[in-house]
């Protein structure tokens, strides 16, 4: 039975265009490709820019808003399915984006290390329910500190503070993989 997090939707019924894009575990270890997470974000963005109007320089600011919102979510959300995956379950990532008339949803899958799971889950529990300002501050201190948590956390942060996105997880057996568990994670951007 799969578990849900935040604000997770799976009703794609008014979508206009959608893309996905699968790396697979079998044909070179998803770990090196990390230096292609920010080449397949830029494209998301430069796709998603093509449907919006570049007549005025208003027009032609809100396609490079929008196109540099998506690459920043796609790379944030390759980057975490790749570095939190677990390689030894053979899943492929996926990272989808759906384009509705007014907002994008960004869908990443991965497998999850077992022994991980209660970890991220607690994690989640605290995105989806704490103050998101003081969290981030706190975590924006810890950076300064500790180069290792330079980064941890403040992507999804990022996302809903200067992007306004919400996000989601679910959680659920893979099922080619019985013993595999497969996280989606959601985030909807508004486009107003």
Known sequence: MAQIFGEFTEDFSNRSEFLVLGFSPSSLPIKLRWKTNGLSADFLGDYVRNFFPGDTS????????????????????????????????????????HLFSDHLIFLSKNSV??????????????????????MYI????????????????????TMIMDYEATLGW???????????????????????
């Open 138 to 157: 706190n975590q924006l201190e810890r950076s300064v500190t500790n180069e290792e948590e330079a980064n941890s956390g403040l992507g999804y942060f």
């Open 58 to 97: 208003a027009n032609i600011n809100k396609q490079a808003e929008i196109a540099a919102a998506v690459s920043f979510i796609a790379n944030e959300l390759l980057e975490n399915a790749m570095k939190y995956s677990d390689e030894s379950a053979e899943q492929p990532i996926n990272l989808e984006m």
């Open 113 to 134: 290390h077992q022994d991980a799971i209660a970890s991220f889950q607690s994690y989640i529990q605290e995105i989806t329910t704490g103050d998101i300002g003081e």
């Open 170 to 192: 679910k959680f659920e057996q893979a099922q080619t993989n019985g013993h595999a568990t497969i996280v989606t994670t959601m985030v909807q951007l508004p486009l107003s």
